[in-house]
Every structure is written in C-alpha cells, then in structure tokens.
C-alpha cells in the first residue's frame, strides 16, 4: 500500500483506553496505524465502520483491516470454498467503507492437497474475486499472510506467487510465522536479508509492505507457531536486526504489533527502529 512514512500500530484496539478514545490514544502515543481485526466475523454496519474510519483519519492512523480466520481458498468442500471467497469479499466492502486499503488474511489449508493444487485453487479463486472487486469499483489490496503452522497454504514462496499471479495481491509478510513455520529460521540479520532480498527480487520493490511481528514460541515438533510471545521475551525472532535492515533499505512499512503486549510493544518496536536510523544518520 501506498505510505509516506514507516508506522507503526497495534493489531486491533489498542489495550489502554476504552474503544472510542483509541485513536486519541495512539495519536497521544504517536503511532500511526492500526489494524481492524474481522477475524471473527465482518462487520456489516457500514455506516459504523465508516465513522471509525473518520476518526482514524483525523488522528492520522492508517488503517488495515484482517478478514475471518474462517477462510479456506484451497478447500475440498464446494460450499466452504464460495463462502471463504464472500467473506474476503464483505471484507473488501467493509475496508471500503473504513478507508482501509489492505486486507490481511490467511490463505487457508492444504486439506490433503498437493500444495501446487492448493495454490493454484487460491490463485483462481483470487483472480475471480479481483476481476469482481475491478467490476465494482472496490479498490484494495489483498494480502494474503505468511502463516504459521505448517499445515497452513503461506508459505513466503506461496504467497509471492498469489502476488505475481493476481493483480491488487500484495502479501502481508508476518515475520514470526515465517521463523515458525520454518522451525525457528530467523536467526539474525543475515536471515532478514535473504526474506527480504527475495520479496524485493520477485515484487520488484519493498516499500509500502504491511509487516505482521511479535516474538513466538515453536511447538513441541519444533515446527509451527505454539504461542505469541512480547518482545524481549527471549523466544525470537529479534526485532532489532530487522530494524537495521529497515533502516539500511531506507523502507516504508506499515509495521504491526501481534504481542499480547500490542501497542506497548508497536512503542518498542518504534523506538528500536527510531534509534537504529538516527545512529545511521550521524554516521
Ligand atoms: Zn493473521
């Protein structure tokens, strides 16, 4: 998505303040985006969503909205499969009508598929969609998230593939999912570098990327994500050889914080990265 600037937000309302006073609260707190969760169900209200998009507006936090956890573009059951394409879509209506431009979601499951059939499932089901959003003028970004468990369709490669495949598909790249799915791959910059020199390699460019971080624990398997964790809880991957990186590819991302800690950590995260470009700087 287009930004002027890297920000940061919590996933969802933010924990310290009643739900009208949030985007008070993180213009107090100087972050600058959030990220709706619809991940239960998408509001239909429209009306309501709209005013909340106002607010956020006036207090300069961009928004992002997440569909349901319940979409599954890879399913084996007809029915689950047209219902997962009209939640991505009553999501796409109701980013809309909030004045979000990206809408973060889960590909689905492979459901006993060869992972090429899974994906080439979701790339159609993807391309119908965007053919119907162009028709009706709804003009958003579809992200479909690195996921976590290795059961999940979201893989890197995966979803980079939805992205060259589908026109408006830009992957939202959630870091902790990624060093989950992968046993714990992330293990310092030199990790960071490889996901992103491939994002860059195959997207053409970095920037207005919407990035997902929180520290995470493994299964027992040592395979996919068990729980999240806040930041300097020890668990990884470290924000702070991400920071470097951003700094050093001079990006503009749209960082948000899944720690349970959410907006006291999108503070932490602000400030490691404030540091890192201003000890850049003198240099
Ligand atoms: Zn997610």
Redesign the pocket.
Known sequence: MKLDRTRFGPAGFPMGCPKEEAFDYLYKLRLGAMEYQAVRRVPTKLDSLKKIGEKAKEKDVVLTI?APYAINLASRDEEKLTKSIERLYLSAKAAEALGANHI?F?PGYYSKRDPEEALRLAIEGLDGLVRRLKDENIRVELGP?TTGKPSQLGSLDEVLRMAEEVDWVFP?I?FAHIHAREGGSIKGRDSYSRILDEIERRLGSLNGLVV?FTEVELTASGRGERMHHELGSGYGPDFGPLAIEMVERDVKWLVIS?SPLLEEDSLKMKKIYTRTLKKTRRK
């Open positions: 997440h973060t889960h998230e939202t959630d997902h899944e």
